[in-house]
């Protein structure tokens, strides 16, 4: 199976500032790294996500980074808005399946 | 405009009652999913199935059964329900199995009492 730890649970910041979320995981196996943003009352939406043959991809203010060796990656947002505000998840997959297994959350606080 | 379908998007129940959750993918998809959501639990996989076919079950109770009658739609049926079950399911597809984007519909938000 696959565990995935997720912290911190609740992240308050600064509009402007950055925002980090970490993730670790079990299985080496895993290969793929989604990670989702939910908003209240609605489905969780694909924002970036990495795979096990990049160590950092970034798109949009959002960069990942993965260190397969610690079995850790990560998510930093720069600039935060107060848009960005929102429960984030960290994910992982090891089988051919898509069975995604996620961390338990980051509510992300954004202040003006 | 959802390419998901999901319906009910709330759902009350009785418990000991059986519901079916409805699900329809117009993504053009050849696997869906079904994920539960509580206060207790992050989201969590339950099923996945590829064109039509059982991969992957991680629900150890027999009493949710999804129901794949068209390449597009998996529902769910759940027996003998629980105040436990309480929880939002959402039902998700992707082009292909592994390390694709996953989609996830609006959910269906059931209560039982």
């Known amino acids: 199976g696959e565990q995935v730890e997720q912290l911190p649970s609740i992240l308050r910041v600064q509009e402007g500032s950055s925002a980090s979320i970490n993730c670790t995981y079990e299985?080496?196996?895993?290969?793929?790294f989604p990670w989702y943003k939910q908003e209240p009352g609605e489905n969780p939406k694909l924002i970036i996500d990495i795979r096990s043959n990049m160590e950092r991809k970034q798109t949009q203010g959002l960069i990942v980074l993965l260190d397969k060796k610690a079995k850790r990656f990560s998510l930093h947002i720069t600039d935060t808005q107060p848009g960005d505000s929102a429960m984030y998840f960290c994910?992982?997959?090891?089988?051919?399946?898509?069975?995604?297994?996620f961390g338990k959350g980051t509510v992300l606080l954004v202040s003006p | 405009d959802p390419k998901i379908i999901q319906k009910p998007k709330y759902l009350v129940a009785v418990t000991g009652s059986e519901k079916i959750l409805i699900c329809e993918q117009y993504?053009?998809?050849?696997?869906m999913y079904w994920y539960r959501q509580s206060a207790k639990k992050p989201l969590e996989f339950m099923f996945s199935?590829?064109?039509?076919?059982?991969?992957d079950n991680q629900t150890a109770s027999s009493r949710f059964q999804p129901q794949s009658s068209k390449k597009n739609h998996l529902d769910l049926q759940i027996t003998a329900l629980k105040p436990d079950d309480s929880a939002t399911y959402f039902c998700?597809?992707?082009?292909?199995?592994?390390?694709?984007?996953?989609?996830f519909g609006k959910g269906t938000r059931l209560t039982v009492v």
């Open positions: 993504l053009g998809h050849n696997a």
């Open positions: 199935y590829s064109y039509q076919k059982l991969m």
């Open positions: 998700a597809s992707s082009q292909g199995q592994g390390g694709t984007e996953v989609f």
């Open positions: 299985n080496s196996a895993s290969n793929y």
């Open positions: 994910a992982a997959s090891n089988s051919g399946y898509n069975k995604l297994t």
